[in-house]
């Protein structure tokens, strides 16, 4: 268990990195830098997986008679710069459930931040779907997603790391994942959204994202790092996705 001191060093430790490295400037490049290195991945391990992809697409096209593809997303919005920027954040996703609505997809997690997955019991799971799912074939599409700018290959997987509630100043609080606790649980980095927080919908703040940004550069900003996080997914693609 990960106490509330070492919480507070770590966060000191990160903050006077965001200190060293304030402005919009770094925010701005660093994000371009990772969207890059996302874009580029997801490009080079797409091209394995299209075949796979598109075949799991038309099976569950033939068994539902539907569009296979859904848009598993959510509007939000943040401030910068004084003022309010809406958005949304799209994900495309091969539906596995009967319907294939997001409204289903959605419909399985539960509250605190956790998600819990459908099992391949599920009534609602279609013939298809009950392969699809322990091997996490339906999540392929998140390199197009990645493709698209919505997600990025590096960073925090926060569904699968304990959440630390950080109450701050005004009385709110978020998920407080920190490097630290992820190594203390042996996880490495998946797939996250590029603007906001998964699995909940809260959005983050300016100095959060920054802290994202400037997390993705302090550890993750080397070509063989990003060399070494595409080869754990290939490895171990199922556990990553979920």
């Known amino acids: 268990m990960v106490t509330s001191g070492e919480i507070k060093e770590d966060r000191k430790r990160l903050h006077a990195v965001i200190d060293r490295r304030q402005g919009r400037g770094l ?3 660093v994000s371009k830098e990772r969207k890059f290195y996302s874009r580029l991945f997801a490009g080079i ?23 296979p593809f859904f848009d598993n997303g959510f509007d939000y919005e943040y401030q910068e710069g004084g003022h309010v920027v809406r958005r949304h954040y799209g994900k495309l996703k091969i539906a596995s459930l009967e319907s294939g609505t997001v409204e289903q997809e959605l419909a399985v997690r539960s509250g605190g931040g956790h998600y819990e997955p459908v099992t391949h019991d599920d009534a609602r799971i279609t013939k298809t779907g009950r392969v699809m799912r322990p091997k996490a074939h339906d999540e392929s599409t998140q390199f197009l997603n990645m493709i698209s700018g919505q997600m990025g290959l590096v960073g925090l997987r926060t569904g699968k790391v304990e959440f630390k509630l950080n109450i701050l100043a005004n009385g709110d609080s978020e998920p407080f994942c920190t490097y ?5 649980k042996g996880l490495l980095p998946g797939f996250i959204p590029v603007h906001v927080t998964c699995p909940d919908t809260r959005r983050i703040p300016v100095e959060r994202r920054l802290w994202l940004e400037t997390y993705y550069a302090q550890y993750f900003a080397s070509f063989l790092n990003d060399c070494q996080i595409a080869w754990h997914f290939i490895r171990h693609r199922s556990e990553v996705l979920r």
Do not use: C, D, I, N
Not at 53 to 67: D, F, N, P
């Open 45 to 67: 391990v797409l091209l394995p997986f299209l075949p796979q992809m598109g075949y799991w697409a038309a099976k569950v096209s033939h068994e539902t008679g539907q569009s």
């Open 27 to 29: 925010s701005y490049a």
């Open 180 to 184: 630290l606790s992820q190594l203390r």
